[in-house]
Nanobody, 127 residues
Framework: QLAESGGGVVQPGGSLKLSCKVS????????IGWFRQAPGKEREPISC???????YYRESVKGRFTISRDDARNTAYLRMNDLKPEDTAVYHC???????????????????????WGQGTLVTVSS
């Protein structure tokens, strides 16, 4: 299972740090990533970190968001700075727990039958 936390309401220019706690799997064998879904829009991948720590980002968040992982805590994070109203969305962490899923596919996680999603955490950026 994956469980996100850390969402909330923040003013433009503000910051939030999301957490994704993984249970039932040992995170250090796998890539893990973040998706978001804004109101009325399709879900989109925004960042991924491979099991060796390489980070990848969608262009729209590059330089503002930082993905990280603490394998000892079986937890991934997404630090979001300089938030904009267009960052308002439900944010999900995602991982595909199969032997071939150690590395990201650009800023997306490998997709497959063993993918797991968290329930999501809402981020609202508004003045």
């Amino acid at each position: 299972q994956l469980a996100e936390s850390g969402g909330g309401v923040v003013q433009p220019g503000g910051s939030l740090k999301l957490s994704c706690k993984v249970s039932g799997f040992t995170l250090d064998d796998f890539a893990i990533g973040w998706f978001r879904q804004a109101p009325g829009k399709e879900r989109e991948p925004i960042s991924c970190i491979s099991n060796d720590g390489r980070e990848y980002y969608r262009e729209s968040v590059k330089g503002r968001f930082t993905i990280s992982r603490d394998d000892a805590r079986n937890t991934a994070y997404l630090r979001m700075n300089d938030l904009k109203p267009e960052d308002t969305a439900v944010y999900h962490c995602v991982a595909e727990f199969s032997p071939l899923s150690a590395h990201c596919v650009d800023f997306n996680v490998p997709r497959g039958p063993l993918e797991h999603w968290g329930q999501g955490t809402l981020v609202t950026v508004s003045s």
